[in-house]
């Protein structure tokens, strides 16, 4: 079912602070997509459009794609990976995979095939290391996949810093244990809806549901629905501490029905400095 609110694409600007970022990668700059669902009722192709030509107009170092490129088909992921081989970068596109793009069977295999197939490179469980040894990019499995494996952080040495992407920012609790200077998800779509000055939907929902007795808290409407997408809403866009480490969650390129309110689809653009000199 198509959206029947729709937003105009919004970018987010931010500068964000990392100790220990080697001198040569200060003022690095990064784009960051998310929850595509590639087809024609959740991705309107002027969407798109201008996602590529803002990404490319801002000349990025690194272009991130945090997952659920397809919804219920792998099939529009051809569609998809012909229109954004336009996108240009200098130090390549790299990506991990959302639950959309794991459940189905082979689905996994056909969204990486098709990215690859554009030089996209797909992480799954994997370290790559494009600026040098000492600022690696870790992509995550999908933490809903049965194969997310955090642990692989422990390769790298404590003292270096690096970048993580995990489509899901329910990862970020786990990550708590590990050093994550920075970590890129999505999966959320922000909410949707959102009233300003309060808060996302499901946000709203779950003070709602708090704030009535025990016997009441199952009939608050939609907060079953939205409690099996993520256990954190507070994290559901934006910038964010978790710990010691910092999480960006983006609000995603595509939407579901009934649409986005307030809650405009985002290209966001990081700046990254260090600490010291920030």
């Given at each position: ?32 997509w998310s929850d595509l669902h ?205 710990g010691d480490n910092q999480l ?31």
């Amino acid at each position: 079912m198509r959206p029947f609110w729709l937003e105009s694409l919004q970018v987010e600007r931010l500068t964000i602070a990392i100790a220990g970022l080697p001198a040569h990668l200060q003022g690095i700059k990064l784009v960051q997509w998310s929850d595509l669902h590639c087809d024609e009722e959740h991705l309107p192709e002027a969407v798109l459009q201008e996602a590529i030509a803002i990404t490319n107009q801002e000349k990025p170092d690194l272009i991130f794609l945090t997952g659920d490129f397809i919804t219920d088909s792998p099939q529009p992921i051809f569609a998809l990976a012909d229109s954004i081989k336009a996108l240009k970068s200098q130090g390549g596109i790299y990506a991990c995979l959302g639950n959309h793009d794991s459940y189905l069977p082979q689905a996994r295999e056909t969204v990486r095939s098709a990215l690859t197939s554009v030089g996209i490179r797909v992480l799954w469980n994997e370290i790559v290391t494009p600026y040098g040894e000492n600022f690696p990019i870790v992509g995550l499995a999908d933490y809903w996949s049965g194969e997310f494996l955090p642990q692989i952080l422990e390769q790298i040495s404590p003292d270096i810093p690096r970048l993580v992407l995990s489509h899901n920012p329910d990862t970020a609790m786990i990550l708590k244990d590990w050093r994550v200077d920075l970590q890129l998800s999505g999966h959320t779509h922000g909410g949707q809806v959102t009233i300003p000055g309060i808060g996302s939907l499901p946000i709203i929902l779950e003070e709602l549901r708090r704030s009535l007795p025990e016997p009441y808290r199952p009939w608050v409407p939609l907060y079953r629905e939205f409690s099996k997408v993520v256990r954190y809403w507070q994290w559901s866009e934006g910038f964010h501490r978790v710990g010691d480490n910092q999480l960006y969650v983006n609000r995603g390129l595509g939407t579901y029905f009934p649409g986005r309110l307030f809650c405009p689809p985002e290209v966001t653009v990081i700046t990254l400095v260090n600490s010291t000199q920030s």
